[in-house]
């Protein structure tokens, strides 16, 4: 029921183009800087952001 979910943890990510990104879980608020890539060595943006996120997703659930 909504209890037992509500009882659980949540990660929220919040990309912000080039500012660093900003994650929350439970109470907590963290910033990430993200390094910048030159514009040179960039071949394809498809599902960039989607890949992003799920690796940061990854390292933060590793971290805790």
């Known amino acids: ?21 900003v994650y929350c879980r439970g ?5 990430i800087i993200v ?9 394809d943006t498809s599902c960039a952001g989607d890949a992003f996120v799920g690796n940061l997703f990854k390292r933060i659930k590793l971290n805790y």
Do not use: D, H, Q
């Open 1 to 21: 029921g909504w209890r037992k979910l509500s009882a659980r943890k949540r990660i929220v990510i919040i990309t912000r183009a080039e500012k660093p990104v």
């Open 27 to 31: 109470n907590k608020v963290k910033e």
């Open 35 to 43: 390094k910048e890539i030159p514009a040179e060595k960039i071949i």
